[in-house]
């Protein structure tokens, strides 16, 4: 290049070395860059493996918990000819009709008349040994609907034990292939509708989600009474009326730090305080709201905030101008459009509580408990801590229950979260 | 009466009220230049308010103190004299009483709650009976007053107002409460732990073997050492390990290189992985990483390899936590001069260049902060070590060995049915006061270091 750049500037010749511009095309220069692209390559893929490796561990997670928990939904039933004649119950179809009618088929010996049809039918795969504990309540509710069943034989398809279940969905123990391979076609399968309906069960077979899943559903009720309006009155105080001086600083200060403290560390306070001295029942759904409505008003109180800031000031100062009281611009003006941010909040904070085990470890819901709970001070448990306890049992009947579990938990998440996503999509208003 | 009943009837008060009062201040005359300060709903809502407010205030209160007051009259009553003293078997006796009394159990297993269940009844009803009596006579005597009140120029509107402020006042002190319950729940029962176990001993001692206590000296099995350093180990080191490398580059790829359509896609993707429950990650652990990790550990040769280690555990927190490290690092990045970018990049430095002498450096105090607000939730996390890490505390550096920490271990101590007054319960509140003060420490510490950090930019 011999023209300088500046015109009028005299160009130096001699006295310095030529200032030479950067040959592009030199060897070493094209090496250099390709290497600095190569570089360039290597840290896009090595943030796009990041991404593909955080999303496959999910996708991971969630197949494995299809594989096992599949099975979970299915039951494996025998057919079972029976003969109720036989057994002399001594039950007319007239008493059937009553109120007293599980009581008397209770005490007229149907489970010993379904145990000896069992050992006559299959001696040689164990007898009443193949048939899960609660299959005669099958034929009870069976004959309940139709009480003619009593004065004739019939075949009726019963749930089997749970290590012949195990078996015959390929996992089982060799003593238990055996007999399945020895039933072949007199096995059938289908929906284990028991599963949605039981409790609690010492036997994978009948152990269903119904209690935990009512435990929670009662839990997030008091929950929902307790951290839903003292979150969003303290929200719109902080935002709206709260003079700026060092109280409020401190008020702030205290959320944002509830906001961070550990669960189990609620579950701790909840057994001090519900328990320890107020002597609430142990276990009961009510404390276990009381616990997690003290984790979940800080999260509502945080989104409220948020929703509420996020209403233009304009509006208030409309609101005001026209003659509104500081109470009814929040009520009549604010509050309606922060409602979507504020139900979206709520929602996640809910989904949140829902998925939390540990502090319902601490106040004692981890006791067995056969039944659904009747009310908010009955014994009961939730479903995140029927997972965590059927995950404990040995017997390899729970594998596929607490999958199964699982999948139910992860749906209720999955649409308490899309919910949220719809409301914030749909009722969003951008200034 | 049944607390449903109750409620239903002072709603009820509630709306008589507000019709009633509605009412009269409709057929208030007003003369030709007088103006009213309230609409007449504005005195329907005071009288309204009057009558539920205190009511309500009275019963909720009433609720909670109310059991331990039946149990004090019970304990008053000359049958309860043959209770035993103290510990467990007393409360058990107490609550068996308590079920056959409300009606939920029947027969006993000990004579004496039996006996004691008569009591507990009538406690319940005589109690039951004041509560009623009390919240109703509140509706009755605030309605009444606040009906009193209503005259042309009383302005219900500001009355009114002022009650709302009470009101929204009173429900963010609730959040004071709580942080007052938790740290003096927590100061206290572990107070009465110090008492029986030195601080030194339990802050400096590395044994930990709280099922062979020694009544002389507890403090020797209650050393929590190696249960920090459990986990320090697996929520500091190996969770963070798993989580900054891939939280940070997923972050960089998402706000660098992504187009906002992948980014829309794949960001609550991310997302979802923050919502899955912890218990399900903890199962998730303990039967699909946890075997697997142990044959990798064989296969290495180690020999210790455990089928409840650190790693196992370590590994799924860490994935729990990605969508965590990763929001906050995009927050950070993003929060970097779009001009520092620009500049970078119109020398000719490419992205890559870009984001890791220019970016990365700039938004490091927003990453850094990020990460130590990880690190809290993951030493606080629970459920996937009480499932996934071993019980028995050992101090070592071998990730495939097994290890405990802080939250198992309140966990497992408050899982056995011991007395509440045990140095082994007791040691569950201290550790929780532990965990508290160092999530608290840590949380305060990067919020200082984010903040300080936007300050420095905007």
């Known amino acids: 290049m011999s023209k300088s750049l500046v015109p009028h500037a005299p160009v130096s010749t001699a006295e310095v070395e030529p200032h030479r511009p950067t040959d592009w095309r030199s060897i070493a220069m094209e090496r250099r860059i390709r290497r600095r692209y190569a570089a360039e390559r290597r840290f896009r893929l090595l943030g796009l493996g990041a991404v593909v490796v955080s999303a496959g561990f999910l996708a991971f997670l969630l197949v494995v918990m299809i594989a096992q928990g599949h099975l979970g939904f299915v039951e494996t039933r025998v057919a079972l000819p029976l003969d109720l004649r036989q057994a002399r119950l001594g039950l007319t179809a007239e008493r059937l009709r009553g109120p007293g009618a599980d009581l008397a088929l209770a005490g007229a010996g149907l489970e010993r008349a379904v145990d000896a049809a069992a050992n006559r039918a299959y001696p040689m795969q164990g007898g009443a040994a ?28 019963l749930p089997v034990a749970s290590a012949i279940d195990v078996a015959a969905k390929g996992n089982g123990t060799p003593a238990a292939e055996r007999s399945v391979a020895a039933l072949g076609p007199r096995l059938s399968r289908g929906i284990a509708w028991s599963f949605f309906s039981g409790a609690d069960s010492t036997d994978a077979t009948r152990a269903g989600i119904w209690g935990g899943l009512k435990g929670s559903l009662l839990t997030m009720l008091v929950t929902l009474a307790l951290a839903f309006p003292i979150g969003v009155l303290s929200a719109i105080y902080l935002e709206e009326y709260a003079p700026r001086n060092r109280a409020t600083d401190f008020l702030e200060v205290s959320i944002n730090n509830l906001a961070a403290v550990p669960s189990i560390v609620f579950g701790l306070l909840g057994l001090a305080v519900f328990i320890g001295t107020l002597h609430l029942p142990r276990s009961a759904p ?11 008003m800080p999260v509502i109180v945080i989104a409220s905030r948020n929703a509420i800031r996020a209403v233009a000031p304009s509006i208030r100062d409309a609101a005001l101008a026209v003659g509104a009281s500081p109470i009814q611009v929040v009520s009549h003006h604010v509050l309606p459009l922060a409602a979507p941010g504020i139900l979206t909040g709520t929602i996640i904070g809910m989904a949140r509580a829902l998925g939390e085990t540990a502090p319902l470890l601490m106040i004692g819901m981890r006791a067995f408990i056969a039944a659904p709970p009747g009310s908010l001070t009955d014994p009961a448990t939730a479903l995140p801590v029927q997972i965590f306890l059927w995950s404990d049992q040995v017997s390899r009947g729970f594998v596929e229950k607490t999958s199964a579990a699982i999948l139910v938990l992860l749906v209720f998440l999955l649409a308490m979260n899309g919910v949220a996503i719809l409301l914030r999509n749909r009722f969003e208003t951008r200034w | 009466m049944s607390s449903l009943t109750l409620l239903f009837l002072i709603a009820a008060l509630g709306l008589v009220a507000w019709v009633v009062a509605r009412a009269r201040a409709r057929r208030f005359r007003r003369s030709a230049r007088q103006r009213f300060s309230s609409l007449p709903q504005h005195h329907g809502w005071y009288v309204a308010l009057c009558t539920v407010v205190p009511a309500l205030t009275f ?19 000359p049958r309860a004299a043959t209770l035993p003293t103290a510990g467990f078997e007393r409360a058990a006796i107490l609550s068996e009483a308590r079920e056959i009394a409300a009606g939920r159990a029947f027969g006993a297993f000990t004579p004496l709650a039996d006996g004691l269940a008569p009591a507990y009844a009538a406690a319940q009803t005589r109690f039951d009976a004041i509560g009623t009596t009390v919240a109703l006579l509140l509706a009755f005597a605030g309605g009444a007053w606040s009906f009193l009140r209503v005259r042309p120029g009383f302005s219900a509107r500001t009355h009114n107002e002022r009650l709302v402020m009470a009101l929204l006042l009173a429900a963010s002190l609730v959040a004071i409460a709580i942080s007052a319950g938790i740290v003096l729940s927590l100061l206290v029962e572990s107070a009465r732990f110090f008492r029986m176990v030195p601080i030194g001993d339990f802050l400096l001692g590395t044994r930990w073997n709280p099922s062979v206590i020694d009544p002389d000296d507890p403090g020797a099995a209650l050393g929590a ?33 992504a187009t906002p359509r992948t980014r829309r896609w794949i960001k609550p993707l991310l997302e979802v992985l923050a919502g899955v429950p912890t218990v399900v990650y903890g199962y998730f652990a303990a039967l699909t990483v946890a075997p697997a990790v142990r044959q990798a550990g064989a296969a290495l040769g180690i020999a210790s390899a455990s089928s409840e280690s650190a790693l196992a555990a370590g590994l799924v927190m860490g994935i729990m936590i990605i969508p965590f490290v990763s929001s906050m690092a995009d927050d950070s990045l993003a929060a970097v001069p779009a001009a520092m970018r620009d500049g970078s990049l119109a020398m000719g430095a490419t992205s890559a260049e870009t984001i890791k002498r220019v970016l990365v450096p700039a938004a490091l105090p927003g990453v850094i902060g990020g990460v130590l607000l990880a690190v809290s939730r993951a030493v606080g996390e629970t459920m996937i070590v009480v499932m996934a890490a071993s019980g028995v505390a050992t101090l070592t550096l071998n990730p495939f060995a097994s290890t405990t920490t802080v939250t198992k271990q309140i966990v497992d101590l408050l899982t056995g049915e011991a007395a509440f007054t045990s140095a082994k319960t007791l040691a569950a ?22 903040r300080r950090y936007r300050e420095a930019y905007e």
């Not at chain 2, 019963?59 to 009553?77: G, K, R």
């Open chain 2, 429 to 450: 509140f201290a550790l929780g006061l532990t965990l508290f003060v160092v999530t608290l420490l840590l949380n305060i510490v990067a919020l200082m270091v984010v």
């Open chain 2, 59 to 77: 019963l909720l209160i009433w609720y909670l103190v109310s059991p331990a007051l039946v149990t004090d009259a019970v304990l008053a009553s």
């Open chain 1, 130 to 157: 193949l048939l899960s504990d609660g299959a005669w309540l099958r034929v009870r509710d069976r004959i309940k609907r139709d009480p003619h069943l009593l004065s004739r034989p019939f075949m009726l398809t």
């Open chain 2, 225 to 257: 050492v190696p249960l920090f350093w459990g986990t320090f180990f697996i929520g500091a080191v190996i969770a963070m390990a798993v989580a900054v490398p891939l939280g940070l580059m997923s972050a960089i790829y998402l706000t660098q290189y």
């Open chain 1, 286 to 296: 009510i404390v276990g709201g009381l616990t997690l409505a003290l984790m979940t």
